[in-house]
Every structure is written in C-alpha cells, then in structure tokens.
C-alpha cells in the first residue's frame, strides 16, 4: 500500500511533464527553427589544386523551406579570396550575412550587411557600404547603397557600386564630393605586407 502512494504522484508528474513538451512542440515554427547550426565555422574553396577562397565565422545557421534553403551568419562573415598565383588578394568582413539558393529557376545569392568594407590588398583600395550582394552566376558584386572608397591617392564616396567579384575594377555610381587628398611620392615602393614572405636565404 505504501508502494502504491509513493509511485502514483510520480507517474502522473511524467505524464504532466510530457504533456508540456508536446504543447511547446506543437506551437514551434520549422521555417524558423535552423536545421542545422555550426560553430566556428572554416571552409576552404579550391580550383586547379589553387586556393580560391577562404571563409571563416563565428556562427552559421541553416534553414530550409519548399522553396529555398538559406544559411544566416549571425555573428559577421570574413572572406579571403585569392588569386590565379595562390596570393591572398581581396578580403571582406561584415557584420552579418546570408546565402540564399532558390529550389525552383536555380536562383542563388550571398548578400552581407552592416559594416561592410572589401579591400582589395593589391590594389590598395578599400571599400565601405551597409549592404553588399554578391553575384555568384556573373562573378561580380554590387550595391545601391551609400559606398565609400579609399585608395592612397585619393576619396570617393557615391550611392551604388558594380565591380567584378575581385573588387579589381569597381565602378561607383552617383559619385559626390569627392576628391584627391594624398600626394604619393612616385619613386616610393610599395610591399605588399600580407603576402610577402622576406628575401630568399642564400646557401651557405
């Protein structure tokens, strides 16, 4: 008799307990619940046996509906893109990010936001913007937004940009005041500090 008191009060505590999860289950949204969660993320992209691209983040999130499938980068995303000689050549960091790839009529795009800022470490050029997309079909990136850029001789600011995907040839649409403000010493040499890996040691 004493088994039975002490059993009865358990039993229906599980039962109550199971209950409350199959209510929180029951209100739980899919589409916006991630699939899949990854922890510092690093992923390396190459072509030829090259090195192509480098990317790094804190977070990736997955999701996944009937009509597409998009991976969210909460805490900011870091590119390093390379290029044909394996030299680390364009780097960005945004605060945030998302890669979107559509199930129907192949569509797919990255786009970053907050913070953006691309440079280009060969050419010595440095963008900055709100939003970036990234074109992956037409190997270019684009914006409409307000965009600053820098190079050692001089500053543009405009609203739009449209480059190739290298930020090799960037083109800034509706340009305002903007102007020369640094005088370069022509017979200076520039070292490119992030590739460069000192003089070759003669043997001995």
């Not at 999860?21 to 072509?47: G, N, R």
């Not at 102007?179 to 040499?189: E, G, N, P």
């Amino acid at each position: 008799m004493l088994k039975m008191i002490a059993t009865a009060p358990a039993v229906a505590f599980v039962v109550y307990s199971c209950s409350n999860k199959l209510s929180e289950a029951a209100h739980l949204d899919i589409d916006e619940t991630p699939l899949q969660t990854v922890d510092s993320l690093f992923m390396v992209q190459t072509q030829d046996g090259g090195l192509k691209m480098r990317v790094e983040a804190d977070i990736m999130e997955r999701y996944e509906n009937d009509t597409s499938s998009y991976e969210l980068f909460p805490k900011g995303l870091h590119v390093f893109a390379y290029s044909e000689d394996d030299q680390l050549e364009t780097v960005l960091h945004s605060n945030n990010a998302k890669h979107f790839k559509s199930k129907k009529g192949n569509r797919e795009y990255w786009s970053a936001f907050g913070n953006v800022t691309v440079q280009n470490i060969v050419k010595q050029q440095t963008l900055q913007t709100d939003t970036l997309y990234w074109d992956q079909a037409n190997q270019e990136i684009y914006t409409d937004c307000y965009v600053r850029m820098f190079t050692p001789d001089d500053f543009m600011q405009g609203y739009g940009m449209r480059s190739d995907e290298m930020a090799r040839n960037s083109v800034l649409y509706r340009p305002f005041n903007s102007y020369v403000y640094v005088l370069q010493d022509s017979t200076k040499v520039i070292i490119d500090s992030v590739n460069f890996i000192g003089p070759l040691l003669k043997k001995r």
